[in-house]
């Protein structure tokens, strides 16, 4: 951010926004790895956004993290859907989005639980997480 004494603080809040459009830029133009999550309908009614955490696998048991947990992207978006038209982007940064699933759950605020998978060779886990929560300014 520049310095300069001569500047208004309206020039310096400019140069900050072109800082950080750019690096919005940058993410866009392919330079960040990103993860996409679509949420149907359901997010509408409930409020929620579904953080995937781990899956266990019917025949051993084995559990393996999965999702957020193991993700290599840097960012997760997560896009809400209503009658099959992308409505909202919610961008979070991987490394924030996995503390704010370890939190919650060492808060006692929030459970693991089965999701989707029923049919498969394994039962999914994860995370209900209010897409307010997503912005309150303690889990920032």
């Known amino acids: 951010m520049p310095t300069n004494k001569n500047k208004s ?15 919005i830029c940058s993410i866009l133009e392919g330079n960040s790895k990103i993860e996409v999550k679509s949420e ?8 929620n956004i579904a953080v995937e955490v781990y899956r266990v696998y019917k025949s051993n048991n084995f559990k393996e ?3 957020v947990m193991s993700s ?18 919610i ?3 991987t490394q924030d989005l996995k503390k704010l ?3 919650l759950y060492k808060r006692g ?3 693991i639980r089965p999701m989707g998978d029923k049919d498969s060779k394994f039962t999914t886990y994860g995370m209900l997480i209010k897409i307010n929560e997503l912005f309150e300014a303690s889990n920032i």
């Open 109 to 111: 605020q929030h459970q």
């Open 91 to 93: 961008w979070i940064k």
């Open 9 to 23: 603080n309206f020039d310096i809040d400019l140069d900050w926004g072109k800082v950080k459009e750019e690096e």
């Open 40 to 47: 149907k309908g359901k997010w509408l009614k409930s409020g």
């Open 65 to 67: 993290y999965t999702g």
């Open 101 to 103: 699933v370890i939190n």
């Open 72 to 89: 290599k992207s840097e960012w997760f978006v997560y896009n809400l859907v209503k009658n099959n038209e992308n409505k909202r982007l």
